[in-house]
Nanobody, 120 residues
Framework: QVQVVESGGGLVQPGGSLSLSCAASGSIFHIVAMGWYRQGPGKQRELVADINSGGAINYADSVKGRFTISRLYRNNTVYLRMNSLEPEDTAVYYC??????????????WGQGTQVTVSS
């Protein structure tokens, strides 16, 4: 059984910072990519940032320069550091992982989501 578990999130004032982390666990052969998505009130889920096994990173235009994604390979964890937060960043943030549990079995996994609220 493989899964991803998120931690972090909460309430922060505009201009503040928060960090999220997501750990993949279980029988993992290879992680292709991990990343963060978010879904704001009344909005569709959207990519925030992701990072692949080669270290290539994608950011949504709306978070470039403010958010930083990083990955610690030895414990299969991905982090999202969010600075200069804005009320528009308020959303449920979801971790996503695409990985193989053996050379032929791939999984697309989603975390349970963690709420980030930016408000004064």
């Amino acid at each position: 059984q493989v899964q991803v578990v998120e931690s972090g999130g909460g309430l922060v004032q505009p201009g503040g910072s928060l960090s999220l982390s997501c750990a993949a666990s279980g029988s993992i052969f290879h992680i292709v990519a991990m990343g963060w998505y978010r879904q704001g009130p009344g909005k569709q889920r959207e990519l925030v940032a992701d990072i692949n096994s080669g270290g290539a990173i994608n950011y949504a235009d709306s978070v470039k320069g403010r958010f930083t994604i990083s990955r610690l390979y030895r414990n299969n964890t991905v982090y999202l550091r969010m600075n200069s937060l804005e009320p528009e960043d308020t959303a449920v943030y979801y971790c996503k992982a695409y990985l193989y549990s053996d050379p032929r079995t791939h999984h697309e996994l989603w975390g349970q989501g963690t709420q980030v609220t930016v408000s004064s």
